[in-house]
């Protein structure tokens, strides 16, 4: 009989600021070292972008080689890294075991946004998105979400693109089916790493216990939703979840959210040629953005090669925001970014996954 396989060591990334200091307090104790060791480690995890203790240099070396022996700073490889001609960087992460997650750095005027995800491939089916070609493989732990941010925070520093300002739960994967890693994946970003919670937005396309365990928590971070149409029917299509949880259910729970803190939620409506962009739609979406006090993204559809769909007009587009801003409901378009270089969600991978079937 085989042995089993090791325990792989603890992921620091992956602890709470606060657990993570009792952690390493409860290290270097049983190693007879003062309790500032903790503090030490901690400011080198948040504050620097080292890859690995032997970097921690105010530590003795007898201390880096035994962090080392314990624990992990679970940093993923760059499998591949593309820039747009718009700035856009999207990077292919490699997990520990093989698995690949996308993250994306969008860069703006005043704003550094990272678009990072919560799990290998997505089993929610959206027929508009490209990470559920290759189906769902796991959930990220919350070491992993984190080492986005941290590996993503270090490529845009040494690439000068200045601090990431803004966070979005966007990438591969829905983030509130997996509320065992996002959680604390939340406050470790939120209170470690100082990233604040009205910066921090995590999209999901409906999952209501995931919306109203988000709704109790005291941090004012964002939600976005998928919500892509605003009638029943029309959704099932797009987005096989309403089933479980329909629009009706949705709304109350989005108003459970609103009510709990006043957090403003935005819907994110992708417009795709004579599927959901019918002018008729239009009122119906502003009714109930206006009844939320949400803000509503038009967002271009980003054509995937397996979906022989395309992108509204612009004149459609112009249409479904003059409606909204009759209504009194704030709208934007989103400016398509990094379509020479695949950034839809799960692109990147999807063609990573085809290159390796071939």
């Known amino acids: 009989m085989s042995d089993p396989t090791p325990p792989r060591p603890i992921d620091l990334l992956g602890l709470v600021p606060d657990a993570l200091v009792v952690e390493l307090e409860r290290h270097f104790g049983a190693r007879g ?7 030490q480690v901690a400011r080198w995890v948040y504050e620097t972008d080292v890859r690995g203790f032997d970097e921690m240099t105010d530590l003795p070396t007898a201390e880096r080689e035994a962090l080392a022996a314990t624990y992990v700073l679970g940093e993923p490889d760059a499998d591949t890294v593309e820039v747009s001609d718009d700035g856009t960087a999207k990077h292919l992460w490699r997990l520990h075991d093989g698995e690949l997650v996308e993250s994306v750095l969008i860069p703006t005027e005043d704003r550094l946004t990272l678009c990072l995800s919560s799990q290998a491939g997505c089993a929610m089916g959206c027929t508009f998105c490209a990470t559920g070609w290759s189906g769902f493989r796991r959930h990220l732990t919350a070491g992993e979400i984190v080492a986005q941010y941290r590996a993503s925070r270090r490529w845009a520093a040494e690439h000068d693109y200045g601090p990431i300002t803004n ?16 959680h604390p994946s939340l406050t470790i970003l939120n209170r470690g790493f100082g990233v604040g919670a009205r910066r ?3 999209s999901t396309v409906g999952v209501v216990p995931g919306i109203l365990e988000l709704a109790k928590r005291p941090e004012q971070f964002k939600l976005a939703i998928s919500l892509h149409s605003p009638v029943e029917a029309l959704r099932r299509e797009l987005i096989p979840l309403e089933k479980r949880w329909p629009l009706p259910e949705l709304v109350e729970a989005l108003k459970a959210f609103e009510t709990a803190g006043g957090r403003r939620i935005t819907f994110e409506y992708t417009m795709i040629r004579d599927v959901n962009d019918a002018p008729e739609l239009a009122p119906l979406l502003a009714d109930l953005a206006f009844d939320l006090h949400a803000f509503v993204n038009l967002i271009p559809f980003n054509p995937i090669p397996w979906q022989a769909w395309g992108p509204s007009t612009s004149e459609r587009i112009r249409h479904f925001q003059s409606v909204l801003a009759q209504r009194g409901v704030d709208v934007a378009v989103r400016e398509p970014r990094g379509r020479d270089i695949d950034a839809a969600c799960g692109q990147l991978r999807a063609n990573a996954l085809v290159q390796i079937q071939e």
């Not at 070292?33 to 503090?39: D, G, T, V, W």
């Not at 966070?167 to 996002?182: C, D, F, H, S, T």
Request: proline share 4%; no cysteine.
């Open 33 to 39: 070292q003062k309790a500032f060791r903790a503090r």
């Open 200 to 202: 921090i937005t995590v």
């Open 167 to 182: 966070i979005v739960y966007m990438g591969m994967g829905e983030p509130l089916a997996n509320r065992g890693a996002v």
